[in-house]
């Protein structure tokens, strides 16, 4: 089956540096990838849609520069929490369509990643 | 906008026993998917079943079936013969046609079965 590797798993940073999380789709191409936040016991929060060779779409509320988010091809999305805070603290989710499948295929997602900020 | 709830925030069910957990949403549109995903303690999100709002037939998937009600705008999870892996935070999920795959979860409603 489609497989979407999430990386890291767990990362632990200081407040004010940056974070890198990588979303990589490992057996198929996608064009659309997208990045939930799931806090503790709650539903996941879609962040932004996050398209192939454009800029991503954000949610409202969600600031822009703060998560950057860069999508140069299509197996690889990353998502950067920039100046982090320990509010930013969360489980970060994402999940990619492949280009191959119908509309509106089931998503793939990736194992999540855990951020702690200190 | 679309939402969706889950107004079961917990629920229990001895093994090998059945449990419906529930799930509503507001939605304008005619066509649209709805969604059960799992998330057991290893937080990987795991597709259960899929149903396709222009079908009248409700989908199954072995042991796990939905009653859909479009007019109701229902869309509820029966597991029979609950097993211990089970265990899991369920969630309702709903996807427009249009929308380019985007989904909109429900709260979740953790289920515990026990032995």
């Known amino acids: 089956g489609a497989v979407v590797s999430q990386h890291p798993s767990r990362v632990i940073c200081k407040s004010g540096t940056s974070v890198k999380i990588e979303c990589r789709s490992l057996?198929?191409?996608?064009?659309?990838m997208f990045w939930y936040r799931q806090f503790p016991k709650q539903s996941l929060m879609l962040m932004a849609t996050?398209?192939?060779?454009?800029?991503?779409?954000?949610e409202q509320g969600v600031e822009k520069d703060k998560f950057l988010i860069n999508h140069a091809s299509l197996t690889l999305s990353t998502l950067t929490v920039t100046s982090a805070h320990p509010e930013d603290s969360s489980f970060y989710i994402c999940?990619?369509?492949?280009?191959?499948?119908?509309?509106?295929?089931?998503?793939?997602f990736g194992n999540g990643t855990r951020l702690t900020v200190t | 906008a679309q939402t969706v709830t889950q107004s079961q925030p917990e629920m229990s069910v001895q093994e090998a026993e059945t449990v419906t957990l529930s799930c509503t949403y507001d939605?304008?549109?005619?066509?649209?998917?709805l969604f059960w995903y799992k998330q057991p303690p290893s937080r990987q999100m795991i597709l259960v079943i899929r149903?396709?709002?222009?079908?009248?037939q409700n989908a199954t998937e072995n042991r796990f079936s939905v009653n859909f009600q479009k007019a109701a705008k229902s869309f509820s999870l029966k597991i029979s013969d609950s097993q211990l892996g089970d265990t899991a935070m369920y969630f309702c999920?709903?996807?427009?046609?249009?929308?380019?795959?985007?989904?909109?979860f429900g709260e979740g409603t953790q289920l515990t079965v026990n032995p």
């Open positions: 999940s990619a369509r492949d280009k191959g499948a119908f509309p509106n295929s089931p998503l793939h």
């Open positions: 057996d198929f191409q996608a064009t659309t």
């Open positions: 996050s398209n192939e060779g454009s800029k991503a779409t954000y």
């Open positions: 939605t304008s549109e005619s066509n649209y998917y």
């Open positions: 149903q396709e709002a222009y079908k009248q």
């Open positions: 999920a709903f996807m427009m046609k249009t929308s380019g795959s985007r989904l909109t």
